[in-house]
């Protein structure tokens, strides 16, 4: 049956076969989709991470689905049950919903009020109703008369009850009402009226009505989370008399008595089996989809601020704002060790302004300081504007606005503890601002990708799939940037390619013990790093002081060889290649294709040796809001502000603009052209002019538009 699933991938995702069965061959073999996406790319077709990351999400699902056809053929043979037609239907069936459908008939039950009929002997009864031609109905059902069954009315009844039971279980009727509710059904919601006056932020809902296949899944997610919490009641339904048509042209055959009663049974199923069934179905399904979207939006921006320019290996001053509790400072230096800490009072209530700027001045020509970050939580704003005006003219020092979203989360944990055993929470969350600014990945990484803050429902959707996608993310961000083997964090390497929890673990032991690595394979003398794990993560790692050079690039040990050997035939040394424009220009890339190398693997080399260790995320840029802002109370309709995007969301995007309160762009607002999502045209953190058009006070809600507005 395995043997199936690359061509059902191939057709489902639209990518070629031979791709796809190179694809699961590698991913059975163990090889990780940063692997297979950079290193593999003359095996798969050059796929990209994407595509093989579907083509490993469909093939698990096709897997659970064939281990689901096991239990279920397992449970019809166990019944005695099986037929071959029945055996090949489920073989050939790859539709979850189908294959319920199938085994419905089959399936356990539990006692229901047919399962009660059929043993008071009225299964006979409901056949001979079925087959539509008695018209003398009463005296057919005296004949079940018995001391179960006390009159006519309670016989015709029980059999009508299996006739449901049949109903409900018969797979072309379901699917005639799956389709209904495909293209027509309605998500509704009401408010529960005595929680009316608690449900406020629902109010949107508390009447409301849409096409259930048009919804955007942030209503559909809101309208859970009402119901979730017990504010709505939430329906989803088809027109009553349309599907009843359906299931009539299927089921009645005659206009007799008995076909009266099929008719009643038909009601019956329908409306306290099918309908239920299907909307519990459809409920399951467009909550997925909703999923689906959230945590791909959740997922997109992850991988922005993953991959927000780093300022690179500076002093950096770091400062956790506060008000009545002061601002906590940390000095770190360029490699990111901290220390020392200190707080100062520069806001009100203590206003010690003066004392604060002579403190400031002090530790920035003390240890040295290159630049200054400041958390953007709570007094971020007034605290960026003290330091700026604390600052000695005559030093050049810049100073960042740091997001600092899941710095309490960070300073909170285990990894924090281990860190800094014997510091304050809010020193630990001031350390972790200043490495931020130094090094978003590196430090983002010790941190729950779930509490950065970046997503939309994101405690509302399936936290297993959430976490399996963001965690992908992450790989595939530490994997593009790349990772210094002597200086990464045991959380930083743990999502390297091949590597995980217990490998880098060995990893930092072995560097503690042995000093830093000077080789990419002196990692085989890791313990428990096999020969698998070293081809799956080498090329990822890097030796910015190595004895090879090629150890500080993505060129992956394999090809080490065959770069030596362009070298050779060029008259250079690596070195000078990699130095050498002419010497690079020169080699002629056709005459190294193999059996095992193309040119997409012989171009991705070449890049490397004319840039090798590139950082691919540039480097950070200061940036400023307007002084004229202090506050909701300084906007004016039509003032256009410099501002910084916070997150994106399917409706638009959310942007600091440098007050307590962040301004929304909605989607029609982004661009001058139509676009279908945020991500088209913006980015996470990215620095954009907006217009102010409105300013709620009262809801704290300012609308933006950046359409017309020259970036």
Request: aromatic share 6%; hydrophobic share 40%; glycine share 6%.
């Amino acid at each position: 049956m395995a043997s199936l699933l690359p061509p059902l991938i191939s057709k489902t995702l639209s990518i070629p076969l031979k791709q796809v069965s190179a694809t699961v061959e590698l991913l059975a073999g163990g090889a990780t989709i940063p692997f297979i996406s950079r290193y593999r790319k003359e095996v798969t077709g050059s796929l990209d991470e994407t595509q093989v990351a579907a083509i490993q999400a469909e093939l698990k699902k096709l897997e659970e689905l064939v281990k689901r056809k096991e239990t279920i053929i397992k449970s019809i043979e166990d019944q005695d049950k099986m037929t071959p037609e029945l055996l090949q239907k489920i073989k050939d069936c790859w539709d979850s919903a189908t294959l319920e459908d199938i085994y419905l008939p089959f399936k356990p039950k539990r006692k229901t009020r047919a399962t009660m009929a059929r043993e008071k002997g009225l299964e006979p009864l409901a056949k001979i109703l079925m087959a539509q031609r008695e018209n003398n109905i009463e005296q057919r059902a005296r004949q079940f008369l018995s001391s179960e069954v006390d009159d006519t009315d309670v016989a015709l009844s029980g059999a009508r009850d299996i006739i449901a039971e049949w109903i409900n279980e018969h797979a072309y009727a379901r699917n005639s009402i799956r389709t209904q509710f495909e293209k027509f059904a309605v998500i509704t919601s009401k408010v529960i009226a005595k929680k009316k006056d608690e449900a406020t932020k629902y109010k949107d809902y508390f009447d409301f009505s849409e096409s259930l296949k048009r919804i955007p899944s942030h209503r559909l997610l809101a309208i859970r989370r009402g119901e979730d919490e017990g504010f709505l009641r939430v329906s989803i339904n088809v027109e009553k008399e349309h599907a009843l048509n359906r299931l009539d042209r299927i089921f009645l055959k005659n206009d007799t008595e008995a076909a009266d009663q099929v008719q009643l049974a038909i009601d019956d199923a329908f409306q306290r089996l099918l309908s239920p069934s299907i909307e519990t179905e459809f409920r399951n399904r467009s909550k997925e989809k909703a999923d689906e979207e959230a945590i791909a939006v959740f997922s997109e921006n992850l991988k922005q601020l993953l991959l927000a320019a780093p300022l690179g290996e500076k002093a950096i001053l770091a400062i956790d704002p506060g008000f009545r509790t002061g601002c906590k400072v940390a000095c770190i230096d360029d490699t990111g060790t901290f220390n020392y800490h200190t707080t100062i009072f520069p806001h009100p209530p203590q206003q010690q302004t003066l004392k604060a700027a002579e403190t400031i001045r002090r530790l920035v020509s003390e240890f040295e300081i290159d630049a200054v970050a400041v958390g953007n939580g709570t007094a971020g704003r007034e605290t960026e504007r003290f330091v700026k005006s604390a600052l000695d003219k005559s030093r050049k020092v810049e100073v960042f606005v740091v997001n600092e979203a899941g710095a309490s989360i960070y300073s909170a944990s285990e990894t924090a503890r281990e860190e800094f055993p014997d510091l304050d929470l809010t020193v630990r969350g001031a350390i972790s601002i200043g490495r931020r600014l130094m090094d978003p990945l590196a430090e983002l990484v010790k941190i729950d990708p779930k509490s950065i803050g970046v997503g939309q429902y994101q405690h509302d959707v399936n936290q297993k799939k959430l976490k399996e996608s963001l965690d992908l993310v992450v790989s595939s961000a530490v994997n593009q940037v790349g990772v210094n083997l002597n200086t990464a964090s045991q959380h930083l390497l743990q999502y390297v390619s091949g590597i995980g929890p217990k490998l880098a673990n060995s990893i930092i032991a072995y560097r503690n013990v042995n000093g830093a690595f000077e080789s990419r394979s002196s990692l085989k003398h890791v313990s428990g790093l096999g020969a698998k794990a070293f081809e799956q993560s080498a090329g990822f790692l890097r030796i910015p002081e190595g004895k090879n050079p090629l150890d500080n690039s993505a060129v992956h040990p394999e090809r080490y060889k065959l770069v030596t050997k362009m070298a050779k035939e060029a008259g250079a040394t690596v070195e000078t290649l990699m130095d050498s424009k002419a010497s690079r220009k020169a080699i002629d890339l056709k005459r190294y294709i193999s059996n095992d190398v193309g040119l997409p693997t012989l171009n991705d080399i070449m890049k490397e040796l004319e840039k090798p260790g590139l950082d691919p995320r540039g480097e950070a840029e200061v940036f400023s809001f307007s002084d004229a802002l202090k506050d909701i109370n300084d906007l004016k309709a039509g003032m256009v502000v410099p501002g910084v995007v916070t997150n994106l969301v399917k409706f638009g995007a959310f942007i600091d603009i440098g007050i307590k309160e962040n301004g929304l762009v909605h989607i029609s607002q982004i661009a001058d052209k139509f676009i279908k999502d945020p991500s088209e045209v913006l980015r996470l953190d990215q620095k954009v002019k907006v217009q102010i058009e409105s300013v709620d006070h009262e809801r704290g809600r300012i609308q933006l538009s950046m359409k017309n507005i020259p970036q």
